[in-house]
Nanobody, 121 residues
């Protein structure tokens, strides 16, 4: 199976910055996209940012201009640089990978356990 380990979450004040990392390991063979989702209490999980292997990126409107997603294909790692953080950014952030494993040719989704981001005002 594929393991995704997120890191970099924590407590930050309004206007601060955090950099999240997610490293994929295990039986991953080929990664086609890497994504960050977030879920706050009482809210649905939403897609925050996505990046393809070719480098194309997309962001939810609420984080445009503040967040930046990037990846290191050689390390199977995706990053989310979060600047100008707001209390409404408080959520658990989850890494998601679309890819294939050695034993399957089908593209599947894989999820990390999440990392908490809390922004105080």
């Amino acid at each position: 199976q594929v393991q995704l380990v997120e890191s970099g979450g924590g407590l930050v004040q309004l206007g601060g910055s955090l950099r999240l990392s997610c490293a994929a390991s295990g039986n991953i063979f080929s990664i086609y996209s890497m994504n960050w989702y977030r879920q706050a209490p009482g809210r649905q999980r939403e897609l925050v940012a996505t990046i393809t292997r070719g480098g194309s990126t997309n962001y939810v409107d609420s984080v445009k201009g503040r967040f930046a997603i990037s990846r290191d294909n050689a390390k199977n790692t995706v990053y989310l640089q979060m600047n100008s953080l707001k209390p409404e950014d408080t959520a658990r952030y989850y890494c998601n990978v679309e890819g294939t494993i050695w034993t399957r040719s089908t593209v599947d989704d894989y999820w990390g356990q999440g990392t908490q981001v809390t922004v105080s005002s």
